[in-house]
């Protein structure tokens, strides 16, 4: 059974910095791609960022380039989304979500609350 587990949301002020973590179980984690995803009130999910299997990562949100940083480690099943210089427009629900492997599947997290304050 596939499971995404975020964590580390909170309630920040702008300028500050947080650091997501999206824990994977029940999959290969190495052969996975994985997402960072986020959806803001009123607003439709948008990709912030992704981490290939190859190691490739990229940060696709033009608000997020420069402040925020994707990374995965592989022995820890995890991928991490470090947010740095937040800013109130940040504010929004985070997802992780990932393509099984071989099948394709497409898993979500739960989602975690990122608030900043101005």
């Known amino acids: 059974q596939v499971q995404l587990v975020e964590s580390g949301g909170g309630l920040v002020q702008a300028g500050g910095s947080l650091r997501l973590s999206c824990a994977v179980s029940g999959t290969i984690f190495s052969m996975l791609n994985v997402y960072w995803y986020r959806q803001a009130p009123g607003k439709e999910r948008e990709l912030v960022a992704d981490?290939?299997?190859?190691?490739?990562?990229?940060i696709y949100a033009d608000p997020a380039k420069g402040r925020f940083t994707i990374s995965r480690d592989n022995a820890k099943e995890t991928v991490y989304l470090q947010m740095n210089n937040l800013k109130p427009e940040d504010t929004a629900v985070y997802y992780c979500?990932?393509?099984?492997?071989?099948?394709?599947?497409?898993?979500w997290g739960q989602g975690t609350q990122v608030t900043v304050s101005s």
């Open positions: 979500a990932i393509n099984d492997f071989p099948s394709g599947s497409v898993y």
């Open positions: 981490s290939i299997r190859s190691g490739t990562t990229s």
